[in-house]
């Protein structure tokens, strides 16, 4: 099943915070594809934290995305009591 992203919050840690449409919300590490293309122009905070969900997953300048798919595989449950995200 493919489920859109609907929000995205950057947190400082190169992770983010995401919720799909199925009302999940889960966080997503980026640090493991920052040493690669086209990630790696991302690598710099004030350019990881411009991004923004578009076309039902996430973007940055440059058209720089990763399939939705990935994010929700890839990412873990956030707990209700989790801390807050940070930007």
Known sequence: MLLDVISVTPRTDFQLDLEFENGERR?????PLLTMKPWNRIAIPAIFHRVRVDYGTVVWPG???VAPETLYIDSIPIAE???PATA
Do not use: A, G, N
């Open 27 to 31: 966080r997503f590490d980026m640090k």
């Open 63 to 65: 058209e720089i995305d």
């Open 81 to 83: 009591t989790s801390e």
